[in-house]
């Protein structure tokens, strides 16, 4: 049995047997991974501790059939910050929603690890506008699993957005925007309100800790993101309507 040494963040954790653990992770080098932790939940373990969701790890392992076994793991950061707060931690679980949807299985990008980890430093350093940086990490992500959207022009027509009267609409299966006219080319298209166009292209463009704290078209954003991963994700990993459950 190969045995590695990589880091990861840990994006699920449930419970298997008396005392063992199957978790997630997202790691640097090997993308998607699923593996056991043996005693994990046994008493005087102090391996559990270090294996709390959203975590960011360095552990060894070996690799098997179906899962690897974890063997050692440090703290990298434990964003526990994240985990005590609610709603921080819908955020963070939807977050997670969208790696596990648009993951290219066991293929490595640590474009998509570096993306997950600043979210939640950035998620974990404010006070408010969770729903906002939940949003842009899912355009991001979206953009860099290449699934992104088209908002530069309408996705039937190619008029842009500037030259369009009327209402524009998003089209989550058809990946992008709809001026008036072609509006109808798309059953599950739907309207999008006055400037919320302009915010889905700052949120693509801004880095994700100069996002603002507040912002108004927060509700519209988020729909936009979730029902375009929806469309488009490749795994059968479901985004939650509801969030995220706190760790078990």
Not at 68 to 92: C, G, M, N, P, Y
Not at 150 to 160: R, S, T
Not at 187 to 206: K, Q, T
């Amino acid at each position: 049995m190969a045995v590695y040494r990589n880091k990861g963040i840990v994006l699920r954790s449930i419970r298997f047997g008396e005392a063992d653990r199957i978790l997630d992770l997202y790691t640097q080098d090997a993308g998607l991974i699923s593996a056991i932790a043996k005693g994990i939940r046994k008493t005087r373990s102090k391996f559990g501790a270090r294996l709390e969701p959203l975590s960011c790890v360095e552990f060894m392992a070996y690799s098997g059939r179906s899962l690897d076994t974890l063997t050692q793991a440090e703290t990298l950061r434990s964003f526990h910050k994240i985990r005590e707060d609610l709603v921080r931690f819908d955020a963070a679980a939807r977050m997670v929603g969208y790696v596990k949807s648009l993951s290219g299985g066991d293929e490595a990008d640590r474009r998509v690890f570096n993306l997950l980890y600043h979210a939640l430093d950035a998620l974990e350093g404010r006070g408010s506008g969770f729903e906002v940086m939940e949003a842009a990490f899912g355009m991001k992500l979206a953009i860099l699993a290449g699934y992104a959207p088209q908002l530069d022009a309408c996705v039937e027509c190619g008029m842009e957005p500037e030259d369009l009267e009327g209402m524009i609409r998003f089209a989550p299966d058809l990946g992008g925007i709809l001026c008036a006219e072609c509006g109808g080319g798309s059953r599950d298209s739907f309207p999008l309100p006055p400037g919320a166009l302009e915010r889905l292209r700052a949120i693509v463009r801004l880095p994700l800790k100069e996002l603002p704290e507040t912002e108004r078209m927060s509700e519209a954003l988020r729909r936009v993101v979730r029902s375009h991963v929806i469309a488009h994700a490749p795994s059968n990993a479901l985004i939650s309507e509801g969030g995220g459950r706190r760790p078990a």
